[in-house]
């Protein structure tokens, strides 16, 4: 198995046009993520919402439409000094929050 530093696939992922967003307190899970559209729906969310040819986003465009606008959300496992269970607890409270 081969691992990649952080760096070499945040340089990839741009260099192929996917938008790279940081990881912060109010969007990021322990791993990186792929979300899609200008709303930032992850693919959890919108298989939550239906079917990719079915569900629509805020602006009622079909998510079909949008799979051509893919960004990448930095987990925050590249977070140096926070660990897995400091990770975990930050999103269940901030799930609880919601």
Sequence with gaps: MVFYAPAQ????????GVEVRPATVTASNWDCILEFGEDGWTTQEAA?????????NAKGERLRDQ??????????????GLSRTGAERLVAARSAAA
Aim: aromatic share 0%; proline share 0%.
């Design 67 to 80: 799979a051509q606008t893919l960004a990448l959300r930095l987990g925050l496992r590249l977070i140096k």
């Design 48 to 56: 939550e919402r239906g079917s990719r040819q079915g569900a629509k």
């Design 9 to 16: 696939l945040i340089r990839e992922t741009r260099r192929v």
